[in-house]
């Protein structure tokens, strides 16, 4: 079993700044893509950011959102299995329960799609 543990959200006024992170455990072979996505009130879940392995991809490739090009930057950490999400610029439209996201083979090497429980962000003043 894999679980995903986000923290960092909360309450920020315009303008402001925060920084989520998402942490992987468990029977863990190998993670090919990590990001977040997001859910507002009344619309579908969005993807906001993704990277993918380097280890899977020999590259590796990192998307964004458009809405959010230029404002947040994923961040992933291979070695302890983690993504973050720093988010800078932050407006009202941005305010949503975000997600991680993670594609992960366990030992069975079958991979399979997790997500956290959600972490909710509101941009207010």
């Known amino acids: 079993q894999v679980q995903l543990v986000e923290s960092g959200g909360g309450l920020v006024q315009p303008g402001g700044s925060l920084r989520l992170s998402c942490a992987a455990s468990g029977s863990i072979f190998s993670i090919n893509v990590m990001g977040w996505y997001r859910q507002a009130p009344g619309k579908e879940r969005e993807l906001v950011a993704r990277?993918?392995?380097?280890?899977?991809?020999?590259?590796?490739?990192?998307t964004y959102a458009d809405s959010v090009k230029g404002r947040f930057t994923i961040s992933r950490d291979n070695a302890k299995n983690t993504v973050s999400l720093q988010m800078n610029s932050l407006k009202p439209e941005d305010t949503a329960v975000y997600y991680c996201?993670?594609?992960?083979?366990?030992?069975?090497?079958?991979?399979?799609?997790?997500w956290g429980q959600g972490t909710q962000v509101t941009v207010s003043s």
């Open positions: 996201h993670a594609v992960v083979a366990a030992r069975d090497l079958l991979w399979r799609d997790y």
């Open positions: 990277v993918t392995s380097a280890r899977i991809t020999s590259l590796g490739s990192t």
